[in-house]
T-cell receptor, first 115, second 111 residues
């Protein structure tokens, strides 16, 4: 089974620029998550999709971050404009629908550096 | 706000010793807990899950859950230098399936 694919692996941008990240989940997985991991911290959930609907975006800074999952498969996460504090690794994960929370597999992540 | 707390370490143990990693959580109704291992520059990798009180063993790893005291622990027996990594504890939401992570504990296994 192919894993969660993310691109790009690395991105360096200047503050106030925009950037987009892409995630392709494991085939058939209805639920998709975007996490932000700042250096030295654990991952923090930004947004959760179930199919193409948003389940939880309570910690997404909506003034600058946006995400979509058209057709319930691939997803993109965008930051516009970027701030220095957005420097982090952005992780995508997916899972099937189950009755109990199960651990899931992360993609390799996109490391963003804002200068 | 649900929280998961871990000592950031570093925890240093000699090769062959038992490493003990601990985690506490605030949500009394939580049912699912996970341990992830994260090597420097890599994404987190799921190594253990536990849902019931007591111990769960998998090879050199043992996860322990005590719901009354709201703590989860991970024991690594016969620690190897290759076990040196950051270990993340996570609590699973029964409603949405999202995971809430602690900040991670850095383990150093010295030859």
């Amino acid at each position: 089974e192919a894993g969660v694919a993310q691109s790009p692996r690395y991105k360096i941008i200047e503050k106030r620029q925009s950037v987009a990240f892409w995630c392709n989940p494991i085939s058939g997985h209805a639920t998709l998550y975007w996490y932000q991991q700042i250096l030295g911290q654990g991952p923090k959930l930004l947004i959760q999709f179930q199919n193409n609907g948003v389940v939880d975006d309570s910690q997404l800074p909506k003034d600058r971050f946006s995400a979509e999952r058209l057709k319930g498969v691939d997803s993109t996460l965008k930051i516009q404009p970027a701030k220095l504090e957005d420097s982090a690794v952005y992780l995508c994960a997916s899972r099937t629908l189950t009755g109990r929370s199960g651990g899931y597999t992360f993609g390799s992540g996109t490391r963003l550096t804002v200068v | 706000q649900k929280e998961v707390e871990q000592n950031s370490g570093p925890l240093s143990v000699p090769e062959g010793a038992i490493a003990s990693l601990n985690c506490t959580y605030s949500d009394r109704v939580s049912q699912s807990f996970f341990w992830y291992r994260q090597y420097s520059g890599k994404s987190p990798e799921l190594i253990m899950s536990i849902y019931s009180n007591g111990d769960k063993e998998d090879g050199r790893f043992t996860a322990q859950l005590n719901k009354a005291s709201q703590y989860v622990s991970l024991l690594i027996r016969d620690s190897q230098p290759s076990d040196s990594a950051t270990y993340l504890c996570a609590e699973g939401s029964s409603n949405t399936g999202k995971l809430i992570f602690g900040q991670g504990t850095t383990l150093q296994v010295k030859p």
